[in-house]
């Protein structure tokens, strides 16, 4: 190495080097210099505001907290303020407001309406003096006075609220409850106060005291589903804002503060004694004088009774929520909130079913411990019929229907034989209904019995919980002869099927899984099941049929905009399923569903402990699942399936069909009853035996059929005018106006009927 590099290039490295070394060092000793001297002149010059002794304490370590403190603070609520003012990045939001929807039924029927109902096209100043006095004197005194958030009158609502030991008096100002109004929701945080109280500041600034109260009177929620005063004043006294008297006023402005229980069409003696305390108020705040309102306490506002005014609540729920979605979807520039909804509801089904579910709760519900049902009807392109979401809607909200899930026991199980028959089995393939186990779970039969060798026909009809298990092994089998655990490659087939259906349930793998332990929610299960006759393509349930603008034009329909039908199982496995599950009605578990000349397929089911019990069915026309429990998953005294499901879709389906042609399933046609899998030829080609059956809907009129009425008509229209002549003649009716009157064969026909059988 000492050879490769001269001896001059080696003296020149070191060189370089040691001039480098000398140039930071010098640097480094001239900038410390530098800084030194700095720090010395800037001592030299702050030494002259040197402050000691009292003073020092008194002026300079105050002043210099503060601001330490301040600077800390505008930090903070810069932090604090930024999703706040998030919520404003809309440049339209001002004209930016809730849906408001009127639906009609599937024959274009009013039924209802969501949203906002709200008319701000008055002034403010046609509003009547007496309304804005007393929603001053009630809400915010201090309106005009303060920056958007009343100070004074926050103190002294935590001061009474304190004393009171609990929430007497509110805090917030009029601007806050515009702002919370507008931009957040009712979630009582800290985080909503925060930004409620920076938004009533940014109101103020963007808006005039006027304009602040103008949108406060138009926006507020004033129950019965209105919004605004106007849209109260016309809910519950059928006129304007601008005509309501004083005692009409004081109700209204008591509403701002819990508008649904005070809501005079619910509770009218409450809403009447906050009305008193609306009048107290107006004399305490000095707006009124007590001989003013001396008149309105003695003569207090009526509300229009809308009590009877019945309403599909729990489907309109469902639809709104389906509607904003959809609404979602429009294009942005798309600003319209105003629409005219038609939905798949037919009301003659809905009132169907909420009977049948009342009924049965009414009459056997105590026996049973059940206390809660739900029950989706569904066409089979996916639209809702009908829905009942629970027992009362006035008592809970909550829609059991979409948004409950829960086991479907057995019901389950056409999932599991759908994958089976994918997967090269037929409905009379062979599978011994025998002990099976996967791990440490063992399934057992609801009889604690095994039936040997059965058909895949036998085993839906019995409900054998062992054969979908030992199907999902042998699934899993087929598909990796070699897999360590077959069982759960099964299963993955099986929810890979039931999504093709549209089940949107988690669905996690369970060894339990086939016999229905996952979870589901009875609008998703209903419309899964119109795959099968509908020749295997599977639907998407939607309650919208038609949108259109407050002004009547088109925007969206289900028809043209729709998600289409989609292919989920080949026609023939539908078919040959529709056969199967025809006999679970025909002769297994659920004969109480059985709908005298309608063909009819389905599927009960059981959870352990009875905490559910189901049924889930379909005719050609239509398809429903209907389920019976309890909210707190406590079990029922011993209810199946097959006994209050079965009988109340027995009932609703009774109701759907009236006045419907009926179609065929494919698989089963009109439901000409096949016989039993176990039964032998001789037995079957044996005169049938007679079943028992609950009486169904008349028969559609055919046109041939209309065509005898015709004729018979005419014949009986001819005969009387035979009749008449004969009377006028005083003279026997002839033979011939008896041929008229009668069918040649009639009279044959009686006498064999009426003469005496030979022995």
Same mark, same amino acid.
């Given at each position: 190495?000492?050879?490769i590099?001269?001896s ?9 080097f040691l001039?480098?070394?000398a140039r930071i ?13 700095l ?10 505001f040197?402050?000691?002794r ?18 800390g603070?505008l930090?903070v609520m810069?932090?604090?303020?930024i999703p706040? /003012?998030?919520?404003t990045?809309?440049e339209?939001w001002?004209k930016k407001?809730d849906?408001?929807?009127t639906?009609l ?8 309406s969501?949203?906002?109902?709200h008319?701000?096209?008055i002034?403010l ?8 006095k007393a929603?001053?004197?009630?809400e ?8 958007g958030i ?5 103190a002294?609502?935590l001061v009474?609220n304190a004393?009171?030991g609990?929430v007497r008096q509110?805090?917030?100002?009029i601007?806050?409850?515009?702002a919370?109004?507008l /931009?957040?929701?009712?979630?009582r945080t800290?985080e909503r ?6 938004l ?5 600034w963007r808006l005039?005291?006027n304009?602040?109260?103008k ?10 589903g209105?919004?605004?005063?106007d ?8 006129k304007?804002?601008?005509?309501v ?5 004081a ?5 701002f ?7 005079p069409h619910?509770?009218l003696?409450a ?6 305390v609306v009048l107290d108020?107006l004399v305490?705040?000095?707006?009124m004088t007590e001989?003013?309102v ?11 009774d809308?009590?009877?005014e ?13 509607m904003r979605?959809?609404v979602d979807?429009?294009?942005k520039?798309?600003s319209?909130?105003?629409f005219?909804?038609?939905l ?19 009459q056997f519900? #105590?026996?049973?411990?059940?206390t809660?049902?739900a029950?989706?009807?569904?066409d089979l392109?996916g639209g809702?019929?009908?829905?009942v ?7 809970s ?8 899930? #829960?086991?479907p026991g057995?019901?389950?199980k ?6 089976a028959?994918?997967n090269?089995?037929t409905?009379?393939?062979i599978?011994?209904d025998?002990?099976v ?5 063992c399934p ?6 095994y039936?040997?060798?059965v058909t ?5 009809t019995?409900s ?12 899993g089998?087929?598909?990796q002869p070699?897999?360590?655990n077959?069982?759960?490659?099964g299963?993955a ?6 999504r093709? /259906?549209?089940?949107?349930a988690?669905?996690p ?14 609008l998703e299960?209903?419309v899964a099941y119109?795959?099968?006759p509908n020749?295997g393509?599977?639907v ?5 049929l038609e949108v259109?603008?407050g002004t009547g034009?088109?925007v969206? #329909?289900?028809d ?9 199982i080949?026609?023939?496995v539908a078919?040959?399923?529709a056969g ?9 578990t ?6 005298d000349g309608i063909?009819?397929?389905g599927k009960?089911?059981t ?8 049924f ?5 026309n239509?398809?429903c699942a209907v389920?019976y429990g309890?909210d ?8 199946t399936g097959?006994?209050?499901?079965a009988q109340t879709?027995h009932?609703i389906m009774l109701?759907a069909h009236q ?7 494919p698989g089963i046609g009109?439901?000409?009853?096949l016989?039993p899998q176990?039964?032998?030829?001789a037995?079957?080609n044996?005169?049938p ?7 169904g809907?008349?028969?559609?009129l ?10 018979v008509?005419k014949l009986?229209?001819?005969?009387? #005018?035979?009749?008449?002549?004969s009377?006028d003649?005083?003279?026997?009716p002839s033979?011939a106006t008896?041929a ?5 064969n ?5 006498a ?8």
């Amino acid at each position: 190495m000492r050879q490769i590099i001269p001896s001059h290039w080696k003296q020149r490295i070191r060189n370089f080097f040691l001039d480098l070394d000398a140039r930071i060092d010098s640097s480094l000793f001239s900038s410390a210099k530098g800084i030194r001297e700095l720090y010395e002149r800037y001592s030299t010059f702050m030494d002259r505001f040197y402050v000691g002794r009292w003073k020092r304490w008194v002026f300079i370590e105050p002043l210099s907290e503060a601001a330490t403190l301040g600077l800390g603070g505008l930090v903070v609520m810069l932090a604090l303020a930024i999703p706040a /003012f998030r919520e404003t990045a809309d440049e339209d939001w001002l004209k930016k407001s809730d849906l408001a929807v009127t639906f009609l039924d599937r024959y274009g029927n009013p039924i209802g309406s969501r949203g906002i109902k709200h008319n701000d096209s008055i002034p403010l100043e046609d509003f009547p003096d007496v309304l804005i006095k007393a929603t001053l004197a009630t809400e915010d005194r201090r309106f005009y006075e303060h920056f958007g958030i009343d100070i004074a009158g926050t103190a002294r609502a935590l001061v009474t609220n304190a004393q009171a030991g609990g929430v007497r008096q509110g805090g917030s100002s009029i601007t806050q409850q515009l702002a919370k109004n507008l /931009f957040l929701s009712n979630e009582r945080t800290i985080e909503r106060k925060v930004n409620e109280a920076f938004l009533a500041i940014w109101l103020e600034w963007r808006l005039t005291k006027n304009e602040i109260l103008k949108l406060y009177l138009d926006r507020a929620y004033m129950g019965g589903g209105t919004f605004g005063v106007d849209g109260a004043a016309h809910f519950y006294f059928n006129k304007s804002a601008r005509d309501v008297t004083l005692a009409e006023a004081a109700m209204l402005a008591g509403l701002f503060k819990a508008p649904t229980k005070y809501a005079p069409h619910i509770n009218l003696p409450a809403a009447r004694a906050r009305a008193n305390v609306v009048l107290d108020n107006l004399v305490d705040a000095g707006f009124m004088t007590e001989g003013q309102v001396f008149g309105a306490r003695r003569n207090p506002a009526f509300a229009v009774d809308r009590r009877d005014e019945a309403s599909p609540n729990y489907y309109l729920d469902y639809a709104f929520d389906e509607m904003r979605k959809l609404v979602d979807t429009f294009p942005k520039s798309y600003s319209e909130r105003v629409f005219v909804v038609r939905l798949a509801i037919d009301t003659n089904v809905q009132k169907a079913a909420e009977d049948a579910v009342e009924n049965q709760l009414r009459q056997f519900g #105590r026996d049973y411990h059940a206390t809660q049902a739900a029950t989706v009807v569904a066409d089979l392109d996916g639209g809702i019929r009908a829905m009942v979401g629970g027992r009362d809607y006035g008592a809970s909200q909550f829609n059991r229907a979409t948004d409950a899930y #829960r086991q479907p026991g057995s019901s389950f199980k056409p999932y599991v034989y759908t994958t089976a028959l994918l997967n090269g089995y037929t409905p009379n393939s062979i599978v011994v209904d025998g002990p099976v186990c996967i791990g440490n779970w063992c399934p057992q039969n609801y009889g604690h019995s095994y039936s040997g060798s059965v058909t895949l026909t036998q085993a839906i009809t019995r409900s054998i919980n062992v054969v979908p298990v030992k199907l999902s092994i042998a699934i899993g089998q087929k598909e990796q002869p070699k897999a360590p655990n077959p069982a759960k490659i099964g299963r993955a087939k099986i929810v890979e099927v039931a999504r093709r /259906f549209g089940l949107k349930a988690p669905l996690p793998d369970t060894p339990s899984l086939p016999i229905g332990s996952d979870e589901v929610t009875v609008l998703e299960h209903a419309v899964a099941y119109a795959t099968f006759p509908n020749r295997g393509k599977a639907v998407t349930p939607h309650a919208v049929l038609e949108v259109r603008t407050g002004t009547g034009d088109l925007v969206w #329909r289900w028809d043209r905009d729709g998600p289409k039908p989609r292919q989920a199982i080949p026609a023939s496995v539908a078919a040959d399923m529709a056969g199967m599950m025809s006999h679970v009605v025909s002769e297994g578990t659920a004969r109480r569903a059985a709908l005298d000349g309608i063909p009819t397929a389905g599927k009960t089911g059981t959870t352990n402990a009875y905490r559910d019990a189901w049924f889930v069915g379909y005719t050609g026309n239509f398809t429903c699942a209907v389920w019976y429990g309890n909210d707190d998953y406590s079990p029922t005294n011993r209810m199946t399936g097959g006994s209050l499901p079965a009988q109340t879709w027995h009932d609703i389906m009774l109701a759907a069909h009236q006045g419907v042609e009926v179609r065929e399933i494919p698989g089963i046609g009109m439901g000409q009853k096949l016989p039993p899998q176990h039964v032998s030829n001789a037995q079957a080609n044996a005169a049938p035996k007679i079943l028992e059956t609950k009486p169904g809907p008349p028969p559609v009129l055919t046109k041939r059929g209309a065509d005898i009425l015709v004729r018979v008509e005419k014949l009986l229209d001819d005969a009387a #005018r035979t009749a008449k002549k004969s009377a006028d003649a005083d003279s026997k009716p002839s033979a011939a106006t008896s041929a008229l009157a009668f069918p040649q064969n009639y009279a044959e026909e009686n006498a064999n009927a009426s003469a005496p059988r030979k022995n």
